[in-house]
């Protein structure tokens, strides 16, 4: 089996495109090729990965295998979603973003330029899932520029990473992480400055 394209996909130069791909399925409520759906110049596209319509993405996207995104979410250009990974829908991601495999990452979440998620990293967005409004009041999480989310960190409903920060493995953030600043632990605390990590100059 080649992969499906639906109507009204525009894909660039040299993309890489592999068998059971499917590329611009409307979302509910919308008709075949009703969105547009642009995949810049570039990419690799791996097989299994299904991409929903109504998607802005730029040069040099690429995704592991099975990887879903759902529909109307614009991406900047090196954008990188690893194996099993889901994004879903009205997302903002900037240029040089890194999903890494098994991450989660809901509707109404931003991550910007240089944006790092670990494996198995849940980012959430309900912070009272079965309620009422439920809908019309989530809010992803926004990590800020450069920031890092450790491999099975969970960032709660609408907390904001700052530039540079670092979330270690397995922490629960509960609340805004200062601009370069490390955090760790259940909660998530401040432990440290990115500055003295050895990686922290090069920030």
């Known amino acids: 089996m080649d992969h499906k394209t639906y109507p009204n996909v525009q894909i660039g130069k040299n993309a890489v495109i592999e068998d059971y791909v499917i590329i611009g399925v409307p979302p509910r409520g919308k008709k075949p090729g009703e969105l547009p759906t642009i995949i810049g110049d570039d ?8 991409i929903y319509a109504g998607n802005k993405i730029g040069k040099n996207f690429q995704t ?26 009205h997302i903002r991601m900037g240029n040089n973003v890194r999903i890494h495999s098994q991450a989660f990452v809901p509707e109404m979440s931003i991550l910007e330029d240089g944006a790092w998620i670990g494996p198995h990293a849940v980012i959430t967005n309900a912070a009272y899932p079965l309620s009422p409004n439920v809908k019309n009041e989530l809010k992803g999480a926004h990590v800020k520029k450069n920031a890092k989310v450790g491999a099975n960190a969970t960032l709660l409903p609408g907390v904001t990473i700052g530039e540079n920060a670092l979330v270690g493995a397995g922490a ?32």
């Open 64 to 89: 592991g295998h099975h990887v879903l995104v759902r529909e109307e979410n614009e991406f900047g250009d090196n954008v990188s979603i690893g194996t099993s990974s889901v994004v879903e829908h």
């Open 172 to 203: 629960v953030v509960t609340k805004d992480v200062p601009a370069n600043k490390v955090v760790a632990g259940n909660p998530a605390k401040v432990i440290n400055d990115v500055s003295k990590l050895p990686y922290g100059e090069r920030q």
């Open 43 to 50: 990419a690799v596209i791996r097989s299994h990965t299904v």
